[in-house]
């Protein structure tokens, strides 16, 4: 069988994805049964990690772990990547000792590379440029809440970072309208906003990209926010803040939403910056079902790319 990655989204179709998500589902269902499916027993998984993490190391560790596999945890300093081998060397040699490997980095071109070495898959676990797997739990937890994805919205608000590039790409591939209010300077990168474009137009999926937070989030049954300065943009945290207050996340940006609208984000949160206390913490908050769905949709994601299960 072909190795397979899952890098930005696009790799599983939007067939794929949206089985994925059915499937996480029955399993979410079964694990809190105390049903676990040792799909990839006997397999060992890397997770080299250089950036601090909470919900993605965790859930991948628990879920490899339920699946039956077992997981070496790999911190910056732990690797020779840091003292000088390449990234390219890395994944030849890990690729002999085991059966995938989850990457969490700065720069997009660092997966890459590994992924285009590794003779095992890759998975994207962040980077500046994409979060996949939040947006997979993100859409499962829209499945799950409203009980379908036809019809649905999601408004997002705020920096057009790599939260908000998988959101696009995702949303597309499963016809989940997206639509996204950034300020000037603070958009999407033009060229995953168009690939999303293209995609949206075989699921009949919206993409819209504007200034103005009412318009975004018009009719919208989420609404999504992320933290303002991310990991290493924390010496332009004063500017952006200045730039982002205006997509503060509070109870009036609700008035323009559906009247069911829950809240999303995808943690750690600030409140009192990006969102107000009273919305994360209230009632339309369905934040750690979300931090939660990480879990389940992260298994189905090991099994289709490791386990040998080619999805629809």
Known sequence: MKKRDYLTGFELSAAQTLELIEEALVQKKETAQGKLRPALAGKNFALIFEKHSTR????????????????????????????????????????????????????HARVEEIAANASVPVINGLTDLHHPCQALADFLTMREHYGTLDGLKLAYLGDGNNVLHSLLIVGALVGVDVSAACPEGYRPDSGILEQARVSAQESSARIHVTEDAAEACAGAHAVYTDVWASMGQEDENERRQKALAPYQVNEEVFRAAHEDAVFMHCLPAHRGEEVTADVI??????????????????KILLQILAGGNDGA
Do not use: C, K, M, W
């Open 281 to 298: 913490d209230g009632p339309r908050s369905v934040v750690f079902t979300q931090a939660g769905n990480r879990l389940h949709a992260q």
């Open 56 to 107: 993605t190391r965790v859930s991948f560790e628990a879920g490899l772990t339920q699946l039956g596999a077992s997981t070496i945890f790999l911190a910056p300093n732990d690797t020779q990547i840091a003292r000088g081998e390449t990234p390219a060397d890395s994944a030849r040699v890990l690729s002999e000792y085991v059966d995938g490997i989850v990457v969490r980095t700065y720069a």
